[in-house]
């Protein structure tokens, strides 16, 4: 509107305005738009606040890992905490359970069977001491120190992969959480409860991703590993 007026008033663009209409029609907009990139400032920073506190605390909890040799403390409550979970869980009324199972803890077939005929409210305190049984032979398979160092590499590897997914989404979350709005809904807010949610689901996987990983871990002898790295070596040749 205001170029119309100069335009029409043939004032050239160096002259000085000092019409008062135009005068305060220049500090409106002047302020209106730095209203509107304070609140574009503010709106990125809350953005960012939520993204942060994950950041944080995925840090914390890595430097926790990499100050201790021995996590057992920490991978004993995983066990715990994914046997409750798997009990709670719908899957534990379907067929597909016993499967389930034997893909978390890789259980022999007499200890499935062994757990099948347990009554249902003694099943979670069943579960728990096989799986607290199998791991306890599992340290003395590797040997205590090596597992030490097994259990806090799987621990580092698992929660490195999830945190890079993480990432990925919660970017494709802020790019499509304008789209709210069309839902009548603050995206702002959206955002801090679905983000939430990545997180603590991808807190869930790694307890779940590492206790699996760790029950299928076996030993290699220097045999098995003077063999693979030769088949590398001649790969990498040819």
């Known amino acids: 509107r205001i170029r119309t007026i100069m335009e029409r008033l043939k004032i050239d663009d160096d002259v000085p305005i000092q019409n008062r209409v135009i005068s305060r029609s220049l500090e409106a907009a002047q302020k209106k738009v730095e209203g509107f990139n304070y609140d574009s400032r503010k709106n990125v920073v809350q953005y960012d606040d939520v993204m942060n506190r994950h950041r944080r605390a995925t840090y914390t909890m890595r430097r926790e890992i990499l100050k201790h040799a021995d996590i057992s403390g920490r991978i004993r409550e995983f066990i715990a905490d994914e046997a409750r ?30 757990l099948f005929e347990i009554e249902a409210e003694k099943f979670e305190k069943a579960l728990l001491k096989e799986a ?96 693979s790295t030769e088949t590398e070596l001649t790969i990498a040749a040819k």
């Open 132 to 227: 607290t049984s199998k791991h306890q032979e599992q340290t003395v398979l590797f040997g205590e120190e090596i597992m030490h160092k097994v259990e806090r590499d799987i621990f580092l590897q698992v929660l490195d992969n999830l945190w890079m997914q993480h990432l990925e989404n919660m970017d494709h979350l802020r790019q499509g959480i304008n789209w709210i709005s069309v839902g009548q809904r603050d995206p702002l807010v959206e955002y801090r409860r679905q983000s939430q949610r990545l997180f603590e689901a991808m807190q869930a996987f790694l307890r779940h991703e590492t206790v699996r990983a760790l029950f299928h871990a076996r030993p290699v002898s220097a045999a098995e590993l003077d063999r």
């Open 85 to 114: 979970a798997l009990v709670a869980s719908p899957e534990s009324t379907s067929e597909e359970f016993e499967t389930i199972l034997k893909s978390v803890f890789d259980f022999e077939d007499k200890i499935i069977d062994k």
